[in-house]
């Protein structure tokens, strides 16, 4: 197996912060519809959650789990019709858990967030025949 295809580009920062009851990825959403990203990625967020969305691996079934959470890393591509996100959250314990992250979160005290779009690139989710999920097409725009 060779190489993979590489795409490189350049790139504009987008740093914003959420409020207590916003839903982090809604909030992220919102900003790559109403900046018109195309490609965007997560590059850092820190805060805290009180309630969140997990796909653990492996197992197709979303859980919420809601407590005190700090975020300890997110990361994830992003475009206008879809994402692809994962996170780590630690509890009051230390506790950390890490998993695939979907809508339906609310921020605790703030969720401070930068995006880098991309530029010059697309990207999009078909359907993989290897995996069973969408997966990421990166594009020239």
């Known amino acids: 197996m060779g190489a993979p295809a590489v795409s490189t580009s350049s790139v504009r920062h987008f740093v914003f912060r959420l409020k207590p009851g916003e839903d982090l990825l809604e909030g992220i959403r919102q900003v790559v519809v109403s900046e018109g990203l195309q490609a965007a990625v ?8 009180t309630k969140a969305t997990l796909r653990y691996a492996h197992t197709g079934v979303w859980v919420v789990k809601e407590g ?17 996100v994962h996170i ?15 809508p339906g979160s609310a921020v605790y005290t703030t969720a401070e967030v930068v995006l880098a779009e991309l530029d010059g690139l697309e990207f999009g ?9 969408p997966e990421l097409v990166v594009r020239r725009a």
């Open 42 to 49: 997560i590059v850092s967020a820190v805060g805290s959650l």
């Open 68 to 84: 005190f959470f700090e975020i300890v890393s997110l990361v994830g591509t992003v475009e206008p019709g879809g994402e692809h």
């Open 88 to 102: 780590a959250l630690s509890d009051s314990q230390g506790v950390t858990v890490g998993a695939h992250f979907g």
């Open 125 to 133: 989710r078909e359907l993989c025949p290897d995996s069973g999920w």
